[in-house]
T-cell receptor
Framework: NAGVTQTPKFQVLKTGQSMTLQCAQDMNHNSMYWYRQDPGMGLRLIYYSASEGTTDKGEVPNGYNVSRLNKREFSLRLESAAPSQTSVYFC?????????????FGDGTRLSIL | QKEVEQNSGPLSVPEGAIASLNCTYSDRVSQSFFWYRQYSGKSPELIMSIYSNGDKEDGRFTAQLNKASQYVSLLIRDSQPSDSATYLCAVNMEYNFNKFYFGSGTKLNVKP
């Protein structure tokens, strides 16, 4: 059982380049999330999708776009990468966005922008 | 003011001791509370969740919630070197269960 799969695991970009981070879950979960984790900052929510067909901004959405392609897949796009977006990105999913629903995390994408 | 505050540590305890990790939160409408463990270079994994005031026990772990004082804690009994990790506190809000706020984490070192 793969759980939450993120690709790629590592990526180096130049300032101004674009790229899409991919996330897929095989647990039939309704809700999916994108976080970034910076040293000393904990996890910060970028965007989330409460259900297929919906997306909403989180705490730090500027510079990112997302697409909920279907129930399984939720992608994060950087249109014009900036050094401030160097971070570890985690995708997560939960069965539904209820108060007692834990999140299951992927292994992360380590992104460096030069 | 950050939504969720944790002491960054490191917190060092000897093997077999009780480790006590604390978390405070600022929003009184916080609904649910979660403790995640994160090993270096790995993704967070859920340890416990708690929604009501009081204690909740699961094996060696006990979560404690006090909504009046706006804090949640995690006790790890009989600490093992394998418990050495960063522990993240997370809360979500009554008005939007999808918005989770994480603390910056407390690094725990359990010394053999």
């Amino acid at each position: 059982n793969a759980g939450v799969t993120q690709t790629p695991k590592f990526q180096v970009l130049k300032t101004g380049q674009s790229m899409t981070l991919q996330c897929a879950q095989d647990m039939n979960h309704n809700s999916m999330y994108w976080y970034r984790q910076d040293p000393g900052m904990g996890l910060r929510l970028i965007y989330y999708s409460a259900s297929e067909g919906t997306t909403d901004k989180g705490e730090v959405p500027n510079g990112y776009n997302v697409s909920r392609l279907n129930k399984r897949e939720f992608s994060l796009r950087l249109e014009s990468a900036a050094p401030s977006q160097t971070s570890v990105y985690f995708c997560a999913s939960s069965e539904w966005g209820g108060s007692n629903q834990p999140q299951h995390f992927g292994d992360g994408t380590r992104l460096s922008i030069l | 003011q950050k939504e969720v505050e944790q002491n960054s540590g490191p917190l060092s305890v000897p093997e077999g001791a009780i480790a006590s990790l604390n978390c405070t939160y600022s929003d009184r409408v916080s609904q649910s509370f979660f403790w995640y463990r994160q090993y270096s270079g790995k993704s967070p994994e859920l340890i416990m969740s708690i929604y009501s005031n009081g204690d909740k026990e699961d094996g060696r772990f006990t979560a404690q919630l006090n909504k009046a004082s706006q804090y949640v804690s995690l006790l790890i009994r009989d600490s093992q070197p394998s418990d050495s990790a960063t522990y993240l506190c997370a809360v979500n809000m009554e008005y939007n269960f999808n918005k989770f706020y994480f603390g910056s984490g407390t690094k725990l070192n359990v010394k053999p």
